[in-house]
């Protein structure tokens, strides 16, 4: 049997060797990040992506190995096992293989098989099976016993037949086939309940609907299930095309092949045809519509936890405006506008609230207060939140950066997302003692300018609103993803030892809260860390957490200049090497690429320390501390451009993409509702995955193909030279649902049209031209943020 390394070798596409040095890092308790960065040697420079399907891999095919032993062990038990069925479960190389297997043998409660065989029919099924010459009828003569319960020659065939079904039901090897071939052939077919049409509209694209399985994009499946699920849809799952002509008549011919069944007008031909059916529809059918349904379930939630993961990472990786003093402004009519003001550390300096809106409407009250609290406090940013009364605030932001020109005020609209959870949160209450929950919101919106990674960790991923469905999936699976991607964002970007907070530190390779609380209390009580070898006098922190988290730490201004750096300190004996080497002080060779250049870091390898370690040094002493985010930038807001009303088709404008999703990405355009740029408007080549084309964050130009402002739908594209002139702005791109029933064929995927400017806050999908229209495309762009 192949052995789990070598599997997953295979795979990965890389050799057995790395796979087992690989494993037996994560089985000592080194995390992917650290594996990733600090052991390329060990593992033969496997990346961080290929260790993160590595360790998944490796968590399934142990849960396969656990449930093989356990079924091996319940067999033998019963006595039935023998060379042959051991061996098959051997071979099984998946759980529904193994399941397969097991079935014959899985206890169960009694069945009408069990009881015939208790009644001594299995020699009747047996005999008409092998020898079709047979009369059924007489040969169910001889097996009736009224004290077995066996009343007739009808309960006796009643009986052979269940067995013979069951018998059927049970073969793996034809089980497993017919499960591929209906996965292939097989259809999802949908209808509205009775009586559900007006409480279900948002789901009426699924009222009369069928898409084969093979086509089904994730959102859509999970459309279908959550209509399902909310009593609306009835769905079913058909093996083949419906309305065809007996779609099931390929599946029992290949039932009848598998146990020689066939009609040659033999007595007992019929008998057994009827038995094939009547399994085929009763049993086998069934089985498979479960088990496809949960593949097709799998195959969403997979797909919908890839894309929120991703556009997690992008979010996380966004540009950040740097230690600047900002002002955070988290929106609001009655209840006012809440202002936060914090220095270039994220420290708040102060708190207050203006009511520059209706119904109070002090515009020019608030505006002086502004001024004031920015002149006081420096300020530079101010961060606006994207929520209810956002246009207007930011209006007023704008209009203080003309009337005072000589602040050098920069306002920028950013996603508030998750903000008022954080507000919430015990930690919040913890680092923002005694302030009113309503301005911790301010305080975060600022903060997440600065630094979105930082602020952002201390929110649950599955709060900041970057997901599609993300309530239907499976909240193990999601968790481990986006944990595994704030985790690895982290320890990519680096921390700052003396400044992290918990949350942000909990995220460090290595550090859990226990310790991450332990070094903050450390910190607080004696002073910022001067080095990396000072976290060994954190409690609680040992050698293996001092190796998994040190080159993540970083201290910029401490007693080693090495120590702000990535490069882990079990290496910086060979920075003493280079140092030897080159003549110059540490303070002279960082930074300066001249001082390394003439040097070949071939020859500072050795046993310990191999190339790829010594060259990342090298990388790393020439450009110390760099931050692999992209550089900040903003995007404008055109003017006059307020709320959906002030749209037209036609017009170009700049947004920053919020989202991402299966069939296109999200834009705020500056009108309290993002449009929709469709997968269909994003190119004028193909688009296999829209994040191909844009990310969260992304600044780019769109222009306006349709507003519906009743439904709230804006619909844009990213071909600025798309025709937007009336009966063709339908065609042009827009989504079905949302531009018309031609809105993907005009032009299908196609084209990097949109200009994407830059950063300002940082799958595998099928074409999507097929996309059903209104209710149900509808509620999922609901459930992505979109039509609230």
């Known amino acids: 049997m192949v052995s789990i390394d070598q599997k997953i070798a295979e795979e990965l596409g890389v050799g057995a060797g790395q796979v087992q040095a690989a494993v037996g890092l994560l089985d000592g308790g080194s995390t992917v990040p650290f594996i990733a960065r600090y052991r390329k040697e060990v593992t033969g420079a496997l990346d961080d992506t290929q260790l993160r399907t590595l360790e998944e891999r490796l968590r399934y095919l142990r849960e396969l190995e656990e449930r093989r032993t356990t079924i091996l062990d319940s ?50 099924a047996d005999g008409l099976l092998s ?81 084969p399985f093979t086509k089904l994009p994730s959102h859509r499946i999970l459309a279908l299930f959550r209509g399902e699920k909310e009593e609306v849809l009835d769905l079913t799952t058909d093996p083949g095309e419906p309305g065809s002509d007996n779609p099931g008549a390929d599946y029992e011919t290949r039932i009848a092949a598998r146990f020689g069944v066939s009609d040659e007008g033999r007595p007992a031909d019929k008998w057994l ?43 996380l990786l966004a540009a950040p405006a740097g230690t600047r003093a900002t002002m955070g402004l988290d929106p609001g009519y009655r209840t006012g506008v809440k202002v936060a003001i914090v220095d270039g550390t994220g420290k708040v300096v102060t708190t207050d609230t203006i009511f520059p809106h209706k119904p109070q409407s002090k515009w020019d009250e608030s505006l002086v207060k502004l001024e004031k609290l920015a002149r006081e406090h420096n300020v530079q940013l101010i961060a606006i939140g994207n929520g209810t009364a956002s246009r207007e605030t930011d209006k007023l932001a704008g209009e203080l950066v003309k009337l005072r020109p000589e602040l050098k005020l920069t306002k920028i609209v950013v996603s508030e997302a998750g903000a008022s959870v954080y507000s919430a949160s015990a930690y919040a ?35 900041i609103g970057v ?25 990519a ?42 976290l060994k006098e954190v409690a609680r922190l040992g050698p293996k957490a001092f190796e998994q988290c040190a080159g993540f730490l970083r201290i910029p201004d401490g007693d080693d200049p090495l120590d702000a750096s990535s490069v882990h300190p079990e290496s910086y004996p060979v920075v003493h090497r280079i140092l030897d080497e080159t003549k110059v002080g540490i303070a002279e060779l960082i930074g300066n690429p001249r001082a390394l250049r003439g040097l070949d870091p071939k020859t500072f390898a050795d046993d310990t320390f ?43 404008l700049e947004g920053v993409v919020t989202n991402v999703a299966a069939f296109g990405a999200f834009v705020d355009v500056g009108v309290h509702q993002d449009g929709l740029v469709h997968v269909s408007a994003m190119s004028r080549t193909f688009v296999k995955d829209p994040r191909e084309v844009v990310k969260p964050g992304d600044v780019v130009k769109v222009k306006v193909l349709d507003v519906d402002v009743p439904r709230k739908r ?75």
Not at 440 to 462: M, N, T, Y
């Open 610 to 652: 191999g190339l790829p370690t010594v060259t990342d040094i090298f990388a790393e002493l020439e450009k110390p501390g760099r931050d692999p985010r992209p550089e900040f930038t903003t995007a404008t807001f055109a003017e006059g451009v307020e709320t959906m009303g002030d749209l037209k088709q036609g017009m170009t």
């Open 714 to 788: 804006i619909s844009l594209t990213l071909r600025l030279d798309d025709d937007t002139s009336p009966g063709q702005g339908q065609r042009g791109g827009g989504p079905r649902g949302q531009s018309g029933q031609q809105g993907q064929r005009g032009s299908g995927n196609q084209g990097q049209g949109g200009q994407r400017k830059g950063k300002q806050q940082g799958g595998k999908q099928r074409d999507d031209r097929k996309a059903p229209a209104g209710g149900a495309m509808a509620d999922a762009l609901r459930k992505a943020g979109y039509g609230k």
């Open 273 to 315: 045809s009827d038995t094939v059916r009547w399994a085929w529809r009763t049993k086998i059918l069934l089985h498979l519509g479960i088990d496809l349904r949960m593949r097709l379930r799998q195959a969403a939630e997979d797909e919908a936890v890839r894309v929120f993961a991703a556009n997690l990472r992008d979010l």
């Open 467 to 491: 997901g599609q469905y993300q309530h239907d999936l499976a909240e193990s699976k999601l968790s481990r993803s986006l944990d595994a991607v704030v985790e690895d964002c982290v320890n």
């Open 493 to 534: 970007v680096g921390v700052d030892l003396n400044t992290a907070s918990v949350p942000l530190l909990s995220r460090v390779s290595g550090i859990g809260t226990g310790l991450a609380e332990n070094i903050v209390a450390h910190r607080d009580g004696n002073g910022p860390f001067r080095s990396r070898t000072a």
């Open 75 to 124: 067999i033998r038990e019963q006595g039935k096992l023998d060379e042959a069925l051991e061996a098959r479960i051997m071979a099984a190389d998946s759980k529904a293989r193994l399941e397969d297997i097991y079935l014959p043998y899985k206890p169960k409660r009694r069945t009408k098989a069990q009881i015939a065989r208790e009644a001594g029919l299995e020699p009747l």
């Open 429 to 463: 209450s913890q680092e923002l003692p005694g302030m009113d929950v309503s301005l911790r919101g301010a305080v975060s919106i600022a903060r997440r300018l600065q630094d979105p990674l930082a602020e952002l960790v201390k929110i649950d991923p599955k709060s």
């Open 131 to 211: 020898d079709p010459s047979t009369e059924p009828q007489a040969a169910a003569a001889v097996f009736v016993d009224a004290e077995k319960g066996v009343a007739d020659t009808a309960a006796a065939l009643d009986g052979a037949r269940a067995i013979l079904v069951e018998r059927f039901a049970e073969d793996a090897d034809l089980i497993g086939e017919l499960r591929e071939r209906m996965w292939t052939r097989g259809w999802v077919t949908s209808k509205v309940r009775q009586g559900k049409e007006t409480e279900g509209a948002k789901f009426a694209d699924y009222f009369e609907f069928a898409e």
